[in-house]
């Protein structure tokens, strides 16, 4: 469910509705973490919050520009969006567009659409992909001629839409801030890595549930879990800026009260997959704790 502009879910520790409009010390071209300074004012108190993994003397910041936030440091592509292949592809299979029972479809449709040589290798490579059914699965092959054609049409439109070779535009050569999934985005700040600078027990939030209710996962062929329309209770620790960095210190057997004690922690949707810039791997801290 969208959260309206400038309303986060609050507690002591985080930006109430309508603060004022935060700082950040960035830098053109300096990479996915040029944010390295946030100033904001929590509960009418000034804090700022310094990234503790990449600190900078006063002479190295005077180099950085120091602006107001505004709406174009997250929504920076409103327009002219140059969608990637791992969300075009998997869209393609939720909706029905391109089959989910053909062994490695997307595997090789991913391996085609990133042929950025030129347009024409391009096209090679995805009129290969049936190729490799017929080297690797025959029967496949034979049986399923027709639906490889549509395949092939569809990675086809994929790529005229995404991928400019002529004028070297790729997915991947604007980076999108709105999430942070392809590029850091929200990760540039909410890293649990921004720490205020006179208080090591207050950083900003890395907390999945200021905008995502908590991802559930089903068996194939069980329904979809119902999606709750208002935050779940949750303890006070909880609310803590610094739990996603502390909890896996202070859990215990009263977890699973909530919590699938064999599941919720390998959660594969958050910890089995890798982020920008942060690491949310269960098994080695994200970075050396202060």
Known sequence: MPIAPWRFRTSP????????TPICWSRSGAGPSAQVRVR???????????????PLSQEELAQYEVREMDCIDCH????????????????????????????YLRREAHKALETHDNFDAAMAAIEAVPDFYQETYPDVYEARRDVLADVVQELKDMYAISHFP?????????????????DPGCFRCHDGKHYAEDDGDQSIRLHCTICH???????????????PFQPAWQPNNHLSSTWI???RFTFDNTCVSCHEEETFCANENCHGRSW?????SVATPPFPLP
Request: proline fraction near 10%; charged fraction near 25%; glycine fraction near 4%.
């Open 245 to 247: 960095a502390d909890h």
């Open 13 to 20: 520790t985080t930006r109430t509705t309508r603060d004022p």
């Open 276 to 280: 920008p810039e942060v690491n949310l």
């Open 213 to 227: 209710t908590i991802p559930q996962t089903v068996d194939a062929g069980e329904p979809a879990p119902g999606v």
């Open 76 to 103: 920076n592509r409103a327009s002219h969006i140059f969608r990637s292949s791992d969300e075009m592809l998997d869209e393609a299979m939720a909706n029905g567009v391109l089959p989910t029972d053909l062994p």
């Open 166 to 182: 002529e004028e070297q535009v790729f997915p991947t050569t604007y980076p999108d801030n709105l999430a942070h999934s392809e």
């Open 40 to 54: 904001a004012e929590l509960d009418g108190e000034t804090v700022t919050f310094v990234d503790v993994t990449n």
